[in-house]
């Protein structure tokens, strides 16, 4: 920290390729060799599914020592848990729906073990600016909008991003990519600045089930965007590519756009 508790300013050797009118809200570098990634499960595919949070994803989190751990996914939904001393502790929550917090441990039917991540531009630094998130390992900026889940341990942040999976008419398929997580032992407001705008980004969002299964359709604002970006995220073992499931999302699609467009004037 710097003088009066102050964080220092970000070094120039740390500073991601700025857009233009792109503007730092808050940055934490990563300590050590603490970035990793954990794979989720495959969309559709036949899994045991996890808990679930309102969005239908599993989240878990690393429990401290009484420490608090804390989680916004893409629907907007905040959860928060104390957990005890080495205790897996369940989030809830705005849906009301038990989930653990997912920070470093495991996250929704891993299949593959932790692996280090090779840092790039911004090197060991997160970095939180007005139109996304840079990550490091990253030569492009994540979109606020891109991600589905971020949750804050106390001393993680764990972050996992949609992947594009099937581009529909009006809206796109989604599923989770590798959650990365970041120990992070001087955040600052970094993990404020993500719930908060990861949470703006969110301007619709509703579960719906669907032959066969179960997806949550979500609007998403895109920073210095007009409109909306629509998505949907099919939870494990729906069939996503049967006729049927297509044809009842793309009712409730066109559903969910009648009902949030500006009346006329």
């Known amino acids: 920290m710097g003088l009066f508790g102050r964080k220092p300013?970000?070094?120039?050797?740390?500073?991601?390729?700025?857009?233009?009118?792109?503007?730092?809200?808050?940055w934490a570098a990563v300590t050590g060799n603490s970035v990793s990634t954990t794979a989720p499960a495959t969309p559709g595919a036949d899994a045991t599914a996890p808990a679930t949070t309102g969005s239908g994803v599993g989240v878990s989190a690393a429990p401290g020592d009484g420490a608090a751990a804390s989680a916004v996914t893409g629907d907007g939904a905040a959860a928060s848990a104390v957990t005890g001393a080495g205790a897996a502790a369940p989030a809830v929550t705005g849906a009301g729906a038990a989930a653990p917090a997912n920070t470093g441990a495991a996250a929704s039917a891993a299949?593959?073990?932790?692996?280090?991540?090779?840092t790039g531009s911004g090197a060991g630094v997160l970095v939180a600016t007005n139109l996304g998130l840079w990550l490091p390992g990253r030569?492009?900026?994540?979109?606020?909008?891109?991600?589905?889940?971020?949750?804050?341990?106390?001393?993680?942040?764990?972050?996992?991003?949609?992947?594009?999976?099937?581009?529909?008419?009006?809206?796109?398929?989604v599923a989770d990519r590798p959650a990365g997580t970041y120990l992070l032992l001087d955040p600052g407001?970094?993990?404020?600045?993500?719930?908060?705008?990861?949470?703006?980004?969110?301007?619709?969002?509703?579960?719906?089930?669907?032959?066969?299964?179960?997806?949550?359709?979500?609007?998403?604002?895109?920073?210095?965007?007009?409109?909306?970006?629509?998505?949907?995220?099919?939870?494990?073992?729906?069939?996503?590519d049967a006729d049927e499931v297509r044809d009842e999302t793309d009712q409730l699609v066109a559903a969910a756009r009648a009902a949030t467009a500006p009346a006329d004037l």
């Open 9 to 26: 300013k970000l070094p120039s050797t740390a500073r991601p390729a700025l857009a233009a009118g792109e503007r730092v809200l808050a």
């Open 111 to 118: 299949e593959g073990a932790a692996a280090p991540v090779t």
């Open 139 to 173: 030569e492009d900026r994540l979109g606020w909008h891109d991600i589905l889940k971020a949750v804050w341990s106390g001393r993680e942040l764990t972050v996992t991003v949609a992947e594009t999976v099937a581009e529909r008419d009006g809206y796109q398929v």
């Open 189 to 240: 407001d970094l993990p404020h600045q993500v719930r908060a705008r990861v949470t703006r980004s969110v301007a619709y969002t509703q579960q719906h089930p669907v032959p066969g299964g179960s997806g949550r359709i979500a609007a998403r604002r895109v920073a210095g965007v007009d409109g909306l970006t629509w998505t949907v995220r099919y939870d494990p073992g729906t069939p996503i």
